[in-house]
């Protein structure tokens, strides 16, 4: 006898609440989006005009920002939309491929950056201090309107908070740099300027390879952080009449969305449906997978001889974990 088990909740609403909260969301990052586009592009030009390769690269950061607030507001469209031919989980792994993008568009900015700060620090060219002090400050006005903004927003939506710590990070590449330019101001140390920008680098270096690193882990369906796959293997085995868990794979389709298939054996005559609908309470309710499917089958009444495959799984991945009920 076999038993297969699927196991799937959705936790988001469709009725008419669930719309207005999403257009809701909408408003408030494309009201953040509008303000940090339209600040970036007047930091630009000062930037140039004050010869601040602090501004400059803040400005970048500025971008990486946009860019989070629009693959949010992206994602929650194609979030939206449901499975159909060939992709029979829709289209939630955008997220992931956007957060890589963004991650390499990080890394590569962060590298320029380096690269001219520490050539600037070598040979500092003549910076307006004041000019910076004062985008600076504007610049943290700017982003603490766009983040109170986002605040409003769902927060729960993983992209929503992607979006929401970015701007947030911005904050601290502003402070730095607004810091920079009075001291530029004040002494005339043209060499704050460039030391402000590796500052913003660093911080850029930090959330990229963050993001390429969390992203690339979902692309090489590795296991959520914090899940460990032999520790599942184990609890689930030790229920009661399971005989062996094996094929056991957990992996991320998108951020926060673990999925989990294993084949599970037990001991013969046991009710199968029984036990698979133990093992999905206790994947529920001890490490919040939702999305289950389970092969549930009676193990042999006898050992199979040496050389002889299992006819359900012939080639086994992973290690098989041997539960109490086994003989």
């Known amino acids: 006898m076999t038993g297969h088990g699927h196991n799937e909740h959705n936790g988001h609403g469709h009725g008419h609440g669930h719309a207005v909260t999403i257009d809701a969301d909408r408003r408030y990052l494309g009201g953040a989006l509008a303000l940090i ?21 803040d400005a970048g ?6 860019v989070a607030i629009i693959l949010a507001l992206v994602a929650m469209r194609i979030a939206a939309r449901p499975p159909r031919g060939g992709f029979t989980y829709g289209l939630k792994r955008a997220e992931i491929i956007s957060a890589q993008v963004n991650g390499i568009t990080l890394l590569l900015l962060s ?14 060219p003549h910076v307006e201090g004041l000019y910076v002090v004062v985008t600076g400050l504007a610049g943290i006005v700017v982003n603490l309107a766009a983040t109170w903004l986002l605040s409003r927003a769902n927060r729960s939506s993983l992209n929503v908070e992607g979006a929401y710590q970015h701007i947030l990070n911005d904050l601290f590449a502003f402070t730095a740099t607004t810091v920079a330019g009075t001291v530029v101001w004040l002494t005339g140390w043209a060499q704050a300027d460039a030391l402000a ?12 390879w963050g993001l390429v690193r969390d992203s690339g882990r979902v692309f090489m ?15 689930a085995a030790a229920l009661e009449h399971v005989v062996e868990v094996h094929d056991l794979h957990v992996w991320e389709v998108t951020s926060g969305y673990a999925a989990l298939s294993a084949h599970i054996l037990v001991t013969p005559g046991v009710d199968c ?22 092969q549930v089958d009676h193990a042999p009444e006898r050992p199979l001889p040496p050389g002889e495959a299992d006819v359900h799984c012939a080639d086994p991945h992973g290690p098989a974990h041997r539960g109490s009920s086994a003989v």
Request: no cysteine.
């Open 37 to 57: 586009v339209g600040f970036m592009a007047i930091e630009v030009v000062v930037g140039l005009a004050a010869q601040s390769l602090a501004l400059i690269s």
């Open 61 to 66: 950061h500025m971008l990486t920002d946009a």
């Open 111 to 124: 590298a320029y950056f380096i690269y001219e700060g520490v050539r600037r620090v070598i040979e500092p």
């Open 197 to 208: 920008a590796l500052v913003v680098a660093a911080l850029m270096l930090k959330a990229g």
């Open 221 to 235: 369906e590795a296991a959520p952080v914090g899940m460990n796959p032999a520790e599942i293997g184990q609890r």
């Open 273 to 294: 449906h029984a036990v698979r609908l133990a093992a999905e309470r206790l994947l529920h309710d001890t490490y919040g997978i939702e999305h289950t499917t389970l």
